[in-house]
């Protein structure tokens, strides 16, 4: 018994250029159905499509990121066939040559390469949605560009599995080319996946398993299949190659159909769109433009700030963090108050997680400032997270709510002294026990006193006042006597 299970992804990511691929239309998610649509996308006789520009830079970029090979010249390609959501019967895609051949992507923890086969470009298909006897279809989708990464069968678990998922995913947001919502549908994974006896040499078909929207739809459709292909081969059972969906509600894959051959896309060159001449000037403006990726920046900031990797792990999760991050402490050279300050209290007043820190009303450097007031003594921790809270709401600087709403920390010994006899005054009771219970009321009134200016009293100060106070009480009181 020596069963070996083959795994193979084909991830296809809409990318978030304004407009679509092939037409003008606007390219966003949230519209009613069949607004972004016209005669190109819609696959009328006569239309021409035109390429976006911005569609071939963010290929691009996803190419480069995952060490793909970049071909001097390439074009697009006609593939066929015949579905409802595909109004021309055709889809324009890459065949022979696309954006990027021959990459790879690191997995840290599995200290394994998977290696990246193709990345190409093509366009959206229209969605369809079936209720009862009828099928709705919304084009809005359609013509919305997608990049599709090919993965060769180096994954051999559902370990190395969500570990290849999390560690593109982290990638590609830091690309900024998709807004990788995977139960939204723009990041959606296709698992090939078969599995071989070692032992007697024999295998399964490849299995295509598609409609994956999560990591654990993913997770969970391996398993069901490494089951259902195990248990075949140790019953000697013939499977049919095929085309599978993976079902969230039973949590099992049903047959969608026999696995097409691929011959029977009649693929030819796209006639009505130019070859496309990718320069070598392209290709280096593409890598200066793109930002330090996920897994040089984890390194470095671990040898650089001296980070434990679980703070590194959150600080690098998505560009935003992490470029935070680091201009706050250009500010506050403090890399250790800063990282927990951001993982508590920061992220515990946003509702949004991680991804509220692209627009974020707090800037980076005024959060360093606050850091330093911190560090230097200037403000205690309580008086620093209230300052926190104001600015997630204003946006102002540190300094000017310090100043304006009076959260500084009060110095002023007449101030201090007024306060105190205050709190006396209006706990007589109180006071009478002093006499009994020195200690136990003097705790009381520091409490209160600390209660009373919202942590923004001294211990030792309002300890040195109340001392102050309660003596000349006491001696108020010898004189009565
Ligand atoms: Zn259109
Ligand atoms: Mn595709």
Redesign the pocket.
């Given at each position: 018994m020596n069963y070996q299970t083959v795994i193979g992804l084909e991830i296809h990511v809409e990318l978030t250029t304004k407009s679509?691929i092939?037409?003008?239309?606007k390219n966003e998610a949230k519209a009613k159905p069949n607004e972004?649509?016209?005669?190109?996308?819609?696959g009328y006789p006569g239309t021409l499509p035109r390429l976006n520009e911005k569609v071939v830079d963010y290929g691009l970029k996803a190419a480069l990121a995952l060490e793909c090979q970049v071909p001097k010249n390439t074009h697009m390609d006609r593939k066929h066939y015949f579905y409802p959501d595909l109004p021309k019967g055709y889809q324009i895609t890459q065949a022979t040559k696309p954006l990027g051949i021959n990459g790879k992507l690191y997995l840290e923890k599995a200290d394994k390469i998977v290696r990246i086969q193709r990345i190409h470009m093509e366009e959206d298909t229209a969605k369809m949605m079936h209720r009862g006897e009828t099928t709705e279809i919304d084009y809005n989708r359609?013509?919305v560009p997608l990049i599709e990464i090919v993965t060769a069968p180096d994954i051999s678990n559902e370990v190395e599995l969500l570990e290849f998922l999390d560690e593109l995913k982290n990638l590609l947001a830091f690309l900024e080319i998709s807004d990788l919502k995977m139960e939204e549908g723009s990041l959606r994974c296709d698992l090939n996946i078969n599995v071989v006896d070692k032992e007697r040499g024999s295998k399964t078909p490849v299995m295509e398993v598609k409609n994956l929207n999560s990591f654990k739809g993913a997770l969970k459709a391996t398993l069901y299949e490494e089951k259902r292909l195990t248990e075949a081969l140790v019953n000697n059972k013939e499977l049919p190659k095929e085309t599978r969906g993976w079902d969230q509600k039973k949590e099992k894959t049903l047959s969608l159909r026999k696995k097409e051959d691929s011959q029977g896309y009649q693929y030819f060159i796209e006639p009505e769109i130019l070859p496309l001449a990718i320069s070598q000037r392209k290709i280096q403006n593409t890598h200066n433009r793109m930002r330090e990726l996920p897994q040089k920046r984890r390194n470095r900031f671990k040898k650089q700030y001296d980070l434990p990797d679980y703070d590194v792990g959150i600080l690098t999760k998505n560009p935003y963090v992490a470029d935070f991050f680091e201009q706050a402490v250009l500010v506050c050279y403090a890399p250790k108050r800063i990282s927990n300050w951001i993982m508590t209290q920061l992220l515990s007043e946003m509702d949004q997680g991680l991804d509220g820190f692209k627009d974020l009303a707090l800037k980076p450097k005024d959060f360093g400032k606050l850091m330093a007031m911190m560090e230097e003594g200037e403000i205690p921790k309580k008086i620093g997270e209230r300052i926190l809270r104001e600015i997630l709401i204003s946006g102002e600087s540190p300094e000017k709510i310090l100043k304006n709403r009076k959260l500084g920390p009060i110095t002023d010994e007449k101030e201090i002294l007024g306060m105190v006899k205050d709190l006396l005054a209006s706990h007589p009771e109180a006071l009478e026990d002093y006499w009994i219970k020195p200690e136990k009321t003097l705790r009381f009134f520091m409490g209160k006193g600390m209660e009373k200016s919202s942590g923004r009293l001294e211990p030792e100060r309002l300890k040195a006042a109340l001392m102050e106070a309660l003596s000349e009480k006491n001696s108020e009181r010898s004189d009565e006597k």
């Open positions: 679509k092939f037409c003008g239309c972004n649509i016209c005669p190109t996308c819609m359609s013509g």
